[in-house]
């Protein structure tokens, strides 16, 4: 059994239905992640770490994390703040546009409760993965000492995985912006962007020339996803495309990239090639981009897994 640790956000999530009503839920990139990835490969044992508030919202999200079989044991309470929530809007080609409320959000103080015990649990885990996300949430004064805690597990022989999710809004500027993820390129062994995180933050509209970009860092895995161009993969000095998987109609593109990245690193944790793991990462991401918000509904998600060959269903009970 692998123990793979995902620090992050999750948000009150708000989907339009029609326009007079909204429908609930729950998601967060991360969250996303830490949820596909559990589905998939239930014998990982996944924990999410994040901060929620004492609020009824932060109670239903909990239950949410434990319904999905989440290791909560890192996930924080402050009682004086509330989790962040956010709208999804989605045009006729299944893009989708967002608004927030999360400045104040309890997962922005995350840091307060890394003491030397979570860090010593924390030297256990096989994987820790954070996002560009991640880090715009923290608290800017938390930062440095994000970055040491980081420092910290890779030392002690964690993987260490980093997606860059590029939200211009969400820093003061890309100046801010570069200098945080330039540290987690540093520091990641595993890399999981999109093209769009470079276009927008680096001028980068190609994934060799993401990847000549990285040269500088000691990346030993990079795994760009370019959207219906593919995915380009780099490892070991081995350059490598593979095509998406197709689907009829895009109704909702939410949390595919999430997706993506939970079968990925599940599939990779079990022991599969990078081939193998994107294989099974591209038609997790297509049966989620059929369906509407972050999380499709279990029992639909789950028969689908069971409809994929067994070598596609690698770690599906």
């Known amino acids: 059994m692998k ?6 956000e999750c948000m009150v999530e708000l989907t339009k239905t029609s326009t007079k ?55 924080f309470r402050m009682p004086e703040k509330n989790p962040g929530l956010y709208s ?34 924390l030297k256990l885990a096989d994987m820790v993965f954070f996002s560009g996300i991640s880090l715009a949430v923290i608290t ?50 595993i890399i999981l962007p999109g093209v769009d995180d470079f276009k927008d933050l680096y001028g980068l509209t190609s994934a060799e020339q993401i990847v000549d970009f990285c040269q500088s860092f000691a990346i ?11 995915i380009f993969c780099w490892h070991q000095g081995n350059r490598d495309y593979f095509n998406i998987v197709a689907v009829d109609k895009v109704i909702d593109s939410t949390a595919a990239g999430d997706s993506f990245n939970g079968a990925y690193l599940g599939a990779r944790l079990q022991g599969c090639t990078i081939a193998e793991a994107v294989n099974l990462a591209g038609k997790v991401a297509a049966i989620v981009i ?22 596609e269903a690698i770690g599906v009970k």
């Open 3 to 8: 123990k793979i640790f995902l620090i992050g």
């Open 21 to 75: 009503t909204l429908k609930q839920s729950f998601a967060g990139d991360v969250f996303n992640t830490a949820v596909y990835l559990k589905r998939i490969f239930n014998q990982h044992k996944v924990h999410f770490i994040s901060t929620i508030g004492s609020d009824p919202f932060s109670d239903d999200m909990l239950n949410s994390c434990h319904q999905e079989s989440l290791n909560t044991e890192f996930v």
């Open 88 to 121: 999804i809007q989605t045009d006729d080609d299944g893009e989708r546009s967002f608004t927030y409320w999360r400045n104040d959000s309890a997962a922005r103080q995350l840091m307060q409760f890394v003491n030397e015990d979570v860090i010593t649990q």
């Open 140 to 189: 800017p004064a938390d930062r440095k000492k994000f970055w040491v805690f980081i420092e910290r597990l890779k030392a002690a022989g964690v993987t260490i995985v980093f997606d860059p999710n590029y939200r211009a809004a969400m820093w003061e500027n890309e100046i801010q912006a570069k200098d945080q993820f330039e540290q987690a390129f540093y520091l990641a062994d």
């Open 220 to 230: 030993q895995e990079l795994i760009i996803k370019n959207g219906q161009h593919g």
């Open 290 to 311: 059929q369906y509407p918000g972050a999380i499709v509904p279990f029992n639909i998600f789950t028969e689908h897994l069971a409809g994929l060959s067994k070598k």
